[in-house]
């Protein structure tokens, strides 16, 4: 690995560790798409998953208090580890444009219903009903692209949370499934010695810039914070439909 490649994975590293210390997610949708541009998707999806598990544990641990506040975190997260197993044994197998597709095209619905009507919430009979399904495709889209951040944090986002709740909530989700994720790349032999270099390389700007992102999360309240996560996810959306048909 050359040390142009290195300085882009940590440069991408940088920039979705700074989104997700504020906003709970951002950081494999950033961060994979251009570390893909240097060493393929593949190798993108396997280092990030490594840093990304540390940058969830943190936030998770970090707003730990708000976990009674959560809904439907343990449907969301049991049929997560289900989609992720399936998903991850699926990664070098599946073509992955049809999945970031699909997958730009679901945000989107999401994200122009929510600017539509700011005031958009989804009752606890939805939630209960289709959680399943949503933890399911959660789970497949991380273990087969690394990215399940956007359709996470759409329909978290419907739940109406306080931002520690919902940085907890996607957090939470996002640190089990990316658990069963990594023992399942393990159990691959997905882990070479250049790319658990690489992923020690984007671990360092995860570790300084994650708490720092925090503190500035606290100072959003209500609307901002609300703004905030509506942003990335429009950024995803279209980094997906771009990485997609590129």
């Known amino acids: 690995m050359t040390t142009t490649q290195l300085l882009v994975v940590v440069l991408a590293s940088l920039a979705g560790a700074t989104v997700k210390s504020v906003t709970g997610l951002g950081y494999p949708v950033l961060a994979v798409p251009v570390i893909a541009l240097v060493l393929g998707v593949e190798d993108a999806v396997v280092l990030v998953a490594l840093p990304n598990l540390g940058a969830n544990l943190y936030l998770c641990w970090e707003s730990r208090e708000a976990r009674d506040q959560t809904r439907d975190l343990s449907r969301l997260v049991g049929f997560g580890v289900v989609g992720a197993v399936i998903g991850t044994l699926a990664l070098v197998h599946l073509p992955e444009e049809p999945l970031l597709i699909a997958l730009a095209i679901t945000i989107g619905v999401f994200v122009f219903n929510f600017l539509r009507r700011p005031d958009l919430a989804i009752d606890p009979r939805t939630a209960t009903r289709w959680s399943p399904v949503v933890g399911t495709v959660v789970g497949l889209l991380q273990g087969s692209i690394g990215v399940s951040g956007p359709v996470v944090a759409t329909w978290v986002h419907g739940y109406r949370l306080p931002p520690r709740v919902f940085v907890d909530t996607v957090t939470f989700i996002f640190g089990v499934t990316g658990a069963v994720q990594i023992v399942v790349l393990a159990i691959?032999?997905?882990?070479?010695?250049?790319?658990?270099?690489?992923?020690?390389?984007?671990?360092?700007?995860?570790?300084?810039?994650?708490?720092?992102?925090?503190?500035?999360?606290?100072?959003?309240?209500?609307?901002?914070?609300?703004?905030?996560?509506?942003?990335?996810?429009?950024?995803?959306?279209?980094?997906?439909?771009?990485?997609?048909?590129?």
């Open 188 to 246: 691959q032999g997905q882990f070479t010695a250049d790319r658990l270099l690489a992923a020690a390389a984007a671990a360092v700007p995860v570790a300084i810039v994650t708490p720092l992102g925090v503190r500035l999360r606290d100072r959003l309240a209500g609307p901002a914070f609300e703004r905030a996560v509506l942003a990335v996810l429009l950024v995803s959306a279209v980094s997906l439909v771009v990485d997609a048909v590129r």
